[in-house]
């Protein structure tokens, strides 16, 4: 059994996330679930405790999976967790041309590798930029999110107007 790191802000986790942390799982045996915290840089709609709490209800009870807050390089990040391998999700191809240089720059500077995997192509829409923007105007992301995380941003959308 090998150890994958997938990491992202996760701001909030969506079900194109959970997709990828379920095929790396296929694939690997376990996963590590890195969410970015950016002392430094603060920003973003959730905290990086709420992200990781609503990452940990997104992921449920599935063995082999577990969720901690990094900040830094991914790819310390993922040598500090013992992982074997980064895993990154693909939607697009600007995705690609980004995701390939981080990928080149990391394997250079520890030798860990990244493996991509395509998104489902039914989730490959679901962005969290978008899931902020549309429950931002009371919209439901129901179909895109856990039931947590939907509750979570009807919470945080309620607080910012009240
Ligand atoms: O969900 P996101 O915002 O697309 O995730 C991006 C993330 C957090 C995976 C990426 O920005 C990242 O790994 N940041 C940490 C700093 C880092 O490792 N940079 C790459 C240097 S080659």
Redesign the pocket.
């Known amino acids: 059994m090998s150890i994958a790191f997938v990491?992202?802000?996760?701001d909030p986790m969506h079900l194109g996330h959970l997709d990828v942390v379920d095929q790396a799982l296929e694939v690997f045996g376990a996963v590590v679930v890195g969410v970015?915290h950016n002392p430094s840089k603060p920003s973003g709609l959730f905290t990086p405790e709420e992200r990781v709490a609503l990452a940990q209800q997104t992921v449920g009870n599935r063995s082999n999976v577990t969720v901690g807050a990094f900040s830094?390089?991914?790819?310390q990040a993922a040598a500090e967790a013992g992982a074997d391998i980064i895993v990154k999700g693909l939607r697009t191809m600007s995705d690609f041309d980004i995701e390939q240089?981080?990928a080149q720059?990391?394997v250079a500077l520890t030798g860990i590798r990244t493996v991509f995997v395509p998104c489902r192509p039914d989730l490959a829409y679901i962005s969290?930029r978008f899931i902020r923007e549309i429950s931002s105007q009371g919209i439901s992301i129901d179909h895109m999110v856990d039931p947590a995380v939907s509750v979570a941003l009807q919470v945080k959308h309620g607080e910012a107007t009240s």
Request: charged share 0%.
């Open positions: 990491p992202g802000s996760f970015l830094g390089l991914a790819v240089q981080m720059n990391n969290s």
